[in-house]
């Protein structure tokens, strides 16, 4: 008389009678293959490492070459301080002089490869006045171009008797030219009216 096998709900032909060849073999490929996986991720995540520290990298020298191309632009040419001149005048006031007093002191502190250079301007107002509003000027020039040479020279005067190397300073006029303000205002026209000190190299 045959053995009739009863099975239970939760058992199965591999509890019973082991798991076949095919199953094994296919078992082991897919382990096989899991472990391939995971080692080809593990190598990604190398490489995606290595590529996140390399753009850092790349940022970090771009920022330090634009901090170096900034400096440089600094260094070639800067803008130090800024004399505001009264209208018609080329003289400094007690307060400008003191002022470049206290800038030579600071130019002199420590060694400096640069030089100074003093730039003057005007205003666009003509030597006189305008048409209908003429005045007598307060000093002998006959033009915006020499107004502005003799604020810069006024200017270069007062650091180099403050101390400053006579062969470190130059002085250019440059006339009623370069304006930084409205010259339809009386405020603007006063900020036209100036010497620029220029760090160069």
């Known amino acids: 008389m045959g053995m009739l096998l009863m099975l239970s709900s939760c058992s199965t032909i591999e509890a019973i009678f082991g798991p076949s060849d095919e199953d094994v073999a296919a078992k082991e490929q897919l382990q096989s293959e899991n472990r ?6 593990s190598g990604l995540r190398a490489s995606l490492s290595e590529l996140k520290q ?16 900034n400096e440089m632009t600094a ?4 803008l130090w ?3 505001s001149f009264r209208s018609g005048f080329m003289e400094l006031t007690r307060q400008s002089k003191d002022a470049l007093q206290r800038l030579a002191e ?5 060694p400096r490869t640069q030089t100074i250079e003093v730039r003057g301007y005007t205003d666009d107002e003509p030597i006189g006045g ?10 002998p020039y006959k033009s915006n171009q020499e107004l502005s040479q003799a604020r810069a020279e006024s200017v270069a005067q007062a650091l180099v008797a403050a101390g400053i190397a006579s062969d470190s300073v130059k002085a250019v006029g440059y006339g009623a030219t370069d ?5 339809a205002t009386a405020a603007g026209r006063a900020k036209n009216r100036r010497a620029e000190i ?3 190299e």
Do not use: C, M, W
Request: charged share 30%; proline share 2%.
């Open 36 to 41: 391939a996986l995971e080692s080809e991720i």
């Open 54 to 69: 390399d753009l850092a990298q790349r940022k970090a020298d771009q920022a330090a070459a634009a901090a170096d191309a």
């Open 75 to 78: 260094t070639v040419d800067k």
């Open 81 to 83: 301080v800024t004399v």
């Open 106 to 110: 600071k130019f002199n502190a420590k």
């Open 130 to 139: 305008y048409e209908g509003h003429r005045h007598t000027p307060r000093h």
């Open 179 to 183: 304006f930084v303000a409205d010259n």
């Open 198 to 200: 220029h760090l160069v």
